[in-house]
């Protein structure tokens, strides 16, 4: 029998390619009376909420000024390189269950909020594209919001990984030029010059160095983007390797899976896409234990830098949880893309516990 649940329409259009989606920012709500947030702090900037929108689904200014107009008050732009790059072909978001080894593509979001498999890719536009519209991102946001810019290195075929180090710090150079208030440097992708399969945040001198040559470059706080770790150990060193070099952390982004269709088949077409990151409401458990573990850590004195906390933070009360933990800010994604609502919805829950 079929099923009457409507697929909700996200505010990026997944049969749709990330080109036409950068073209279309969404027609989002408007609301007309904005209940008040319940006010915080990052970086020394005063905001009205410490809720935000993490680095993807805020394609370009337009995106940007959508979403701050409804509530979120930290704001992702992109992630950017010094090259533009295409995304990969369609299918590139599906709805997936996430199971014990692999996702499997569902055809439509559990009840309790979306999970999808992301195969973009890392697409960018080009620098003069990006460093023009970041400007613009600035202007259109308001009091008591911030801007963060998300940047990710480009190693090039005759490249080395000196020369990966001075292009991360390039792109956040041109990103603070631009206006952002912070940059948040994309850690969590392979490194391309490790002879087995390793993260950049998993090769801490490599991630050391490149925030090390960031920050010497720019004045505006920098932040690291850190992927899951393998234990509570690896996270403590790495963390506290890192801190010297970094403003803060922004953790879990998502966990890379295996992602099949319904008939076992790879869901994402063509070679290197057999796995792809797995993000939304099925990751919180994974993705807040790292987030609370973080926390345990900085309040054990090791350090005191802002704890970004991002990765299943698909409903108002796991992102007051994360928040009464600790995390300097909450940041959603897929919830943002499924339900833009959710800043409103948020801060109506304070003014309701105010009441
Ligand atoms: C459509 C989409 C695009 C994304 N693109 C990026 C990206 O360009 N750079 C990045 O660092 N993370 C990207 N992410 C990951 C998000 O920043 C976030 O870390 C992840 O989705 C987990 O949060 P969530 O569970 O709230 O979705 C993307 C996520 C989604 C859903």
Not at 164 to 181: M, N, R
Not at 216 to 226: E, F, N, Q
Request: hydrophobic letters at 45%; glycine letters at 8%.
């Amino acid at each position: 029998m079929r099923s009457d649940r409507a697929i909700p329409q996200a505010a990026y259009r997944l049969d749709r390619s990330y080109v036409w989606n950068y073209g279309h920012a969404p027609a989002l709500p408007r609301i007309r009376r904005l209940p008040s947030g319940p006010g915080g702090r990052l970086f020394g900037h005063p905001l009205d909420s410490p809720l935000g929108i993490s680095a993807g689904p805020l394609l370009n200014s337009r995106w940007v000024e959508g979403y701050a107009r409804l509530g979120f008050d930290v704001l992702t732009y992109a992630t950017v390189r010094s090259v533009s790059r295409p995304a990969l072909p369609l299918p590139n978001i599906r709805h997936v269950e996430n199971q014990e080894r692999v996702a499997v593509v569902a055809r439509r979001p559990a009840a309790n909020g979306a999970t999808v498999a992301v195969s973009l890719g890392e697409p960018s536009m080009e620098p003069d594209v990006w460093r023009r519209d970041v400007r613009r991102a600035k202007e259109r946001i308001g009091r008591g919001q911030v801007l963060i810019v998300s940047v990710l290195g480009t190693p090039r075929p005759d490249g080395d990984a000196d020369a990966l180090v001075a292009d991360y710090a390039s792109c956040a150079a041109w990103a603070a030029e631009s206006g952002a208030d912070a940059v948040e440097v994309h850690l969590a992708v392979a490194d391309p010059y490790a002879p087995q399969p390793l993260m950049i945040y998993e090769n801490v001198p490599l991630a050391a160095q490149i925030l090390y040559s960031v920050r010497t470059g720019v004045s505006v706080p920098v932040l690291a983007r850190l992927g899951p770790f393998r234990s509570p150990r690896q996270l403590h060193e790495t963390a506290t390797k890192l801190a010297p070099w970094a403003g803060g952390f922004v953790l879990v982004p998502g966990v890379r899976r295996q992602v099949l269709d319904e008939r076992g088949n790879a869901a994402f077409e063509g070679t290197g896409r057999e796995r792809a990151e797995i993000v939304g409401a099925d990751t919180f458990p994974i993705a807040s234990r790292q987030v609370l573990e973080m926390l345990v850590w900085r309040r054990a004195g090791a350090w005191d830098r802002a704890v970004l906390a991002v990765g299943g933070i698909t409903s108002v009360e796991r992102a007051q949880w994360l928040l009464r933990e600790g995390a300097d800010a909450a940041l959603v994604a897929t919830a943002a893309l499924f339900d833009p609502l959710f800043a409103v919805r948020f801060r109506q829950a304070r003014a309701t516990a105010v009441a």
